[in-house]
């Protein structure tokens, strides 16, 4: 799956709302990237195994005819036995589904059949499988034919329990039920969305489509509905009752009976399809073996554009009526994608058809459902005219990420959820692979260092949590599609690669997928696999990445001829924790030409400068010395130097002496050491300014970043030097943003395009009055004509921002033309856009007016974080009172996806130990699984915050040095 991501992310730090370095305008897999990689950036922020079958020559024979997992001793007793158990007992387990689904697109209501052939392992007297929200008819249940003596619905624990009088034959048997339930509106399970009104849609609605009646939905006046289905991780049991866990793989034969006039679209291709007036049936052909979350169906109206690769697979993307040719983008970067993957695997594509759907209302920001992807509009259409270019590049990341799935997810898939980061991380680290080699000139690598940062915002919170993560309960599920096991797991991914080597690495890969194809696997099956390959001990080094939380950070002190490092578990709050890890550490000495590794596998260890290199050049003052540790930030750890290392490192940067990532590395670990008080606010700020000069986008999107929480946390820590400290930053940010200017160059770069809205958008942020008002002249003559050359949609945030600027309640024009190109736009991109602006005025109605838009039928729940995430520091308090006053109903809205990433998104612009308290008090009575671990962190970043600020208050020197900053020429 991936995380909507959100044009800002969160960051940690009093910095509330700060642009990503890797997501750009509108973004994708980091959308509500779950719990889903939801929302931004700390645990978002931005958006995947024990094999039981019997392995042998011929695995997908052996994985077909799979016994069930850990055969257990029957149960006697009574139904309650199987309350409170994390996962099924596994005694009895599918091999097939024949599931008939019939919604009712009007009535928002489906009915269902399900016949399960189920192979019993072990004598009992029971069958056990998950439903949720179905209404199951008792009467037709019937296994071998005999009907149970009880059947009992536990909700909690999401389990159905069949008890029979007798106990059950052992070997296959088909259980056979009716079921119905309703289409949701919580992007879940099986759900409607709305389909948007174009031309051919309202013609069509004539013809065929009965009027719109079961839903609070309006748009425009006129909605249709479309049945979409979300079922990962635990949802496919809202839809038909099954062994809803990926280990219990089984093969799928699904029917459908929708209006004749929908496109109805499954895993596999259509086998048979019937019409009967208004009512066809339509059947499709027996999936390979699959788990449930990977199921899926979508009934709408769309159109398409197709592809097929050299193999004959087709693939095809389906948008809104009217507009496939904006799917004909990651129409080509699928089919390069497959082309790709089939190489780096050494395994061909495994279904017959390839299909991926825009759906209107998507929570994540896509869904991999095998041969059936599904995504949120903003990751998957693009338009030349219409969209930003890093929605160009959020959709190629999107589209290679849930590709790399159908082989790192579907062909070969985790056994249980504390596994979820062999999907996830590697489904990340993959779509970089991919789209590295389709755009080079887009240095994604570079920007990979965004995800790494995010993955090690997180995990330097004492509330983080392992890679492998133990799941007690369905619902905690959610809330592990975060930072960790996105962007720590990539990145510890890409650490292990480099220390392998590519080449290696990926023969080792490609034999792990043939290994466990059509079957299940866990995080130590694929350590067996890389060290049986390599002859490395990849297992003991990579269990202390993944079986532990946290990560070191590196204290290098130079001592006579000798490097000293030590290592010390990393945490925001100051303290150190007890972690230790097995370090695979780089290091460069004066130059990249003679870099070393080591494993540090100790506390510390002790080099010989002549042994990091022979040429380390002299170690006077203004000689080229320098040491850079972890070269290009391929390690997931921080590095503190002592002073005559960071000078020297400093004097470096400012001779250009360092790569891009090592530029980015410095000063991200210099940002996380000030936050923990373990250097000063007042180095922090000399360092950043060593970046003067600088004109890379990635570089500059992380001073960026870093420059905005600087801002943020002076807003509380130092309120009278808030306004010099603003200046110093828009100081750095001005020079490469007069350089690129407002408009777009002939010819000019992806990434020069990209930084262009970064700079724009921050130096608005920050009040650069002449800024502002380019932005302000610039959207009043967009809104006499839309069409107008001056602001493409690259620039239209910064000026939607620098509108937002000017607005009070007194002056409220310019937010009300704001409404209006919202209610006028049809595109999603641009509908986030504004949403994205409506918070980020300093006027408190205003901001609460756009607080209680969330609730009008306008805004789909899915863009609510959109909203959220634009919140200016001066107007936080009348958000929490909001929030508090409207929890009831947010929550109801935000759903279990979403909620956790709303919390955050309010809740971390406080920055006191008081607010900490007062929030811990108002959700001690709310408390959901959903958002619990969501919510402890959000917590610790309050109260890391109130530690930063009485930091930087102790510091004698700041004032003097932004003066003396701000002085320079
Ligand atoms: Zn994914």
């Known amino acids: 799956m991936s995380m909507a991501r959100s044009a800002a992310v969160l960051v940690l730090g009093a910095v509330l709302v700060l642009t990503s370095p890797a997501a750009g305008d509108v973004g994708v897999d980091a959308m509500p990237r779950g719990g889903r990689k939801m929302m931004g950036a700390i645990g978002e922020a931005r958006g995947v195994v024990v094999r039981y079958f019997a392995k042998g020559a011929n695995v997908k024979a052996a994985a077909a005819a799979a016994p069930p997992p850990r055969p257990a001793p029957a149960p006697a007793g009574s139904p309650d036995q199987f309350r409170g158990q994390p996962r099924l007992p596994r005694f009895a387990a599918p091999r097939r589904y024949d599931l008939r689904l019939r919604p009712d697109l009007v009535a928002c209501t489906f009915n269902g059949t399900v016949a399960i052939a189920v192979a019993v392992s072990a004598p009992s007297r029971f069958l056990v499988l998950n439903a949720a929200d179905l209404s199951v008819d008792r009467g037709s249940i019937r296994f071998r034919d005999v009907a149970p003596k009880n059947v009992v619905i536990f909700a909690d624990d999401e389990i159905l329990v069949l008890e029979f009088a007798k106990e059950l034959p052992l070997g296959e048997g088909v259980l056979n039920m009716k079921f119905n339930g309703t289409l949701n509106d919580q992007m879940r399970g099986f759900y409607r969305s709305l389909i948007v009104s174009f031309e051919r849609v309202l013609f069509l609605s004539f013809i065929y489509l009965v009027p719109f009646d079961c839903s609070k939905y309006q748009y425009k006046g006129k909605m249709k509905n479309m049945a979409v289905t979300q079922f990962e991780p635990v949802d496919a049991r809202r839809c038909f009752p099954c062994w809803d866990e990926p280990a219990f793989k089984a093969k799928f034969k699904i029917s459908l009976e929708v209006p004749s006039e929908l496109i109805a679209l499954s895993n596999m291709p259509v086998a048979n399809e019937s019409v009967a007036g208004p009512i066809k049936s339509v059947l499709y052909e027996e999936s390979p073996l699959m788990s449930t979350y990977l199921v899926a169906v979508v009934v709408g109206l769309f159109d398409y554009v197709e592809g097929v690769t050299p193999e004959g697979t087709k693939i095809r993307v389906y948008t809104q009526v009217g507009k496939s040719n904006q799917g004909k983008f990651a129409l080509d970067v699928g089919l390069k994608s497959l082309a790709l993957y089939k190489d780096y695997f050494g395994t061909p594509y495994p279904l017959p058809k390839l299909d991926m759907v825009a759906i209107p209302d998507f929570a994540a920001g896509a869904m991999e459902n095998y041969g059936l992807v599904t995504f949120r509009e903003v990751a998957l259409v693009f338009d030349e005219q219409s969209s930003s270019e890093s929605s160009k590049q959020n959709v190629a990341i999107t589209v290679a990420h849930e590709l790399a799935h159908q082989w790192f997810g579907n062909l070969v898939t985790m056994e249980w959820w504390t596994h979820l980061w062999l999907n996830e991380g590697f489904a990340t680290w993959m779509s970089h692979l991919a789209v590295d080699s389709f755009f080079p000139q887009w240095n994604i690598w570079t920007q990979f260092l965004g995800d790494t940062t995010a993955g090690l915002r997180l995990d330097s919170l004492e509330e ?203 000063v991200e670990d210099a940002h996380a050491l000030s936050m923990a008080c373990k250097q000063t606010l007042t180095s922090l700020l000399r360092l950043l300014y060593a970046y003067l000069e600088e004109t890379d986008y990635s570089v500059l999107s992380h001073i960026n970043t870093v420059s905005l929480s600087v801002a943020r946390i002076s807003f509380d820590a130092t309120p009278g030097l808030v306004g010099d400290i603003k200046q110093v930053m828009i ?65 239209r945030k910064a000026a939607y921002l620098a509108v937002m600027q000017n607005v009070t309640s007194l002056n409220r024009s310019g937010y009300d033309d704001l409404l209006k190109v919202y209610r006028k736009s049809a595109e999603s991109e641009e509908k986030a856009r504004v949403l994205g602006v409506l918070c980020s005025c300093k006027d408190k109605n205003i901001v609460l007016e756009s607080l209680n838009f969330l609730f009008s039928s306008e805004v789909r729940y899915q863009d609510a974080y959109y909203l959220l995430q634009g919140i200016p520091v001066e107007t936080r308090e009348i958000a929490w009172v909001w929030l508090k006053k409207n929890w009831d109903l947010i929550s109801k809205i935000a759903g279990d996806t979403q909620v956790g990433g709303l919390i955050r998104y309010v809740v971390t612009l406080f920055t006191s130990n008081e607010k900490a308290a007062e929030f811990s008090s108002f959700f001690a009575t709310r408390k959901r699984p959903a958002f619990e671990r969501t919510l402890k962190q959000s917590l610790e970043t309050v109260r890391i915050n109130a530690r930063w600020i009485q930091g930087i208050r102790s510091e004698p020197r700041l004032a003097q040095t932004v003066r003396e900053l701000l002085q320079r020429p």
């Not at 990145?491 to 480099?498: A, D, E, K, P, T």
């Not at 005559?644 to 790569?659: G, H, I, R």
């Not at 007069?738 to 020069?752: A, F, N, R, V």
């Open 464 to 666: 983080s949590h392992p890679i492998e993560v133990e799941i007690h309960h369905a619902s905690e599920i959610d809330e592990i599609f975060d930072a960790i096991s996105y962007d720590k797991g990539a990145s510890v991914i890409r650490m292990l690669q480099n220390y392998l080597g590519a080449e290696r690495f990926q023969k080792a890969l490609a034999a792990y997928i043939r290994k466990y194809a059509y079957s299940n696997a866990k995080t130590e099956d694929l350590w067996a696999v890389l060290e049986e390959k390599t002859g490395e001990p990849v297992k003991n080094l990579m269990t202390t990445w993944t079986k532990q939380q946290g990560y070191p950070v590196i204290n290098a002190n130079l001592k006579g001829d000798y490097l000293e490092l030590e290592q010390a578990q990393f945490l925001l709050d100051g303290s150190s924790g007890p972690g230790m890890w097995i370090v695979p550490i780089t290091s460069g000495c004066s130059s990249y030409d003679t870099q070393k590794k080591y494993l540090l596998k100790s506390k510390s260890d002790k080099l010989a400068i002549k042994d990091i290199a022979s040429q380390c050049g002299t170690r006077d003052k203004g000689g080229n010395f320098w040491i850079k540790l972890n070269i290009n930030q391929t390690g997931f750890y921080r590095v503190k130097y002592d002073d005559e290392l960071a000078a020297a490192l400093q004097n470096a940067l400012q001779a250009k002496k360092l790569s891009l990532m090592d530029k980015i590395g410095i």
């Open 731 to 795: 100081k750095l940010l001005l020079q490469p943003a007069q350089k690129l200017g407002w408009d777009p160059k002939d010819g000019e770069s992806h990434l020069d395009a990209m930084l262009r809205p970064v700079l724009l958008d921050s130096l608005v942020r920050l009040g650069h009055e002449k800024t502002i008002n380019e932005g302000v002249r610039r959207f009043r003559i967009f809104l006499n004509d839309r069409n107008t050359s001056l602001l493409p949609p690259n620039i």
